[in-house]
């Protein structure tokens, strides 16, 4: 199995930036696909960005094209959201995943973080 810890999150005013990272353990990180999703109060867990194992293809959902970046360092088996010019609709649970395979559908990842909360006042 592939146990994944998160941190990073934290209250922030608008405009401001936050690095997210994921630190994950017990198996081979390097061949997995790696996502962050997020889950905003009243609305359905969604796809924020992805990465795959190697780092060489990387996915963004419309609304953080620009803002958020996505990256890994293999060597310390852990994968990084970047997010700068923070919204408060980006105000969710923030979750780290790993699967077999790159993906921007929940089902497909088979590890999940414990989720680190990120709060963006006006």
């Known amino acids: 199995q592939v146990q994944l810890v998160e941190s990073g999150g934290g209250l922030v005013q608008a405009g401001g930036s936050l690095r997210l990272s994921c630190v994950a353990s017990g198996r081979t990180v390097s061949s997995y696909a790696m996502a962050w999703f997020r889950q905003a109060p009243g609305k359905e867990r969604e796809f924020v960005s992805a990465i795959s194992g190697g780092g060489g293809i990387i996915d963004y959902t419309d609304s953080v094209k620009g803002r958020f970046t996505i990256s890994r360092d293999n060597a310390k088996n852990t994968v990084y959201l970047q997010m700068n010019s923070l919204k408060p609709e980006d105000t969710a649970v923030y979750y780290c995943?790993?699967?077999?395979?790159?993906?921007?559908?929940?089902?497909?990842?088979?590890?999940w973080g414990q989720g680190t909360q990120v709060t963006v006042s006006s």
């Open positions: 995943a790993a699967g077999g395979l790159m993906s921007r559908r929940k089902a497909l990842y088979a590890y």
